[in-house]
């Protein structure tokens, strides 16, 4: 069993810049992948950035250039930094890690883009 827990959403105006933590806990050195998803209202879940291999990563084409995901020291810990942010990044962003077939879900944290 893996838990996560996202940290770091709110309200922000365009152009602006959020941080988004997660912090895994049980099971984690079985974790293969942790990435960020994002849903946004009326829409489908959608993939925003993650770890395809210790240090090989994939964005979404929207954010490139504006996100960077990265690791913390330790192995549980994952964070999305989010630059010159737009009303259309508006969502509720998921941590997602995978142990073999199996994905797990945080909670979700609310980053709302307005001025």
């Known amino acids: 069993q893996v838990q996560l827990v996202e940290s770091g959403g709110g309200l922000v105006e365009p152009g602006g810049s959020l941080r988004l933590s997660c912090a895994a806990s049980?099971?984690?050195?079985?974790?293969?992948?942790m990435g960020w998803y994002r849903q946004a209202p009326g829409k489908e879940r959608e993939l925003v950035a993650r770890f395809i291999s210790v240090s090989s990563t994939i964005y979404t084409d929207s954010v490139k250039g504006r996100f960077t995901i990265s690791r913390g020291n330790a192995k549980n810990t994952v964070y999305l930094q989010m630059s010159s942010l737009k009303s259309e990044d508006t969502a509720v962003y998921y941590c997602?890690?995978?142990?073999?077939?199996?994905?797990?879900w945080g909670q979700g944290t609310q980053v709302t883009v307005s001025s």
């Open positions: 997602y890690a995978a142990v073999g077939s199996i994905d797990y």
């Open positions: 049980g099971s984690i050195f079985n974790i293969n992948v």
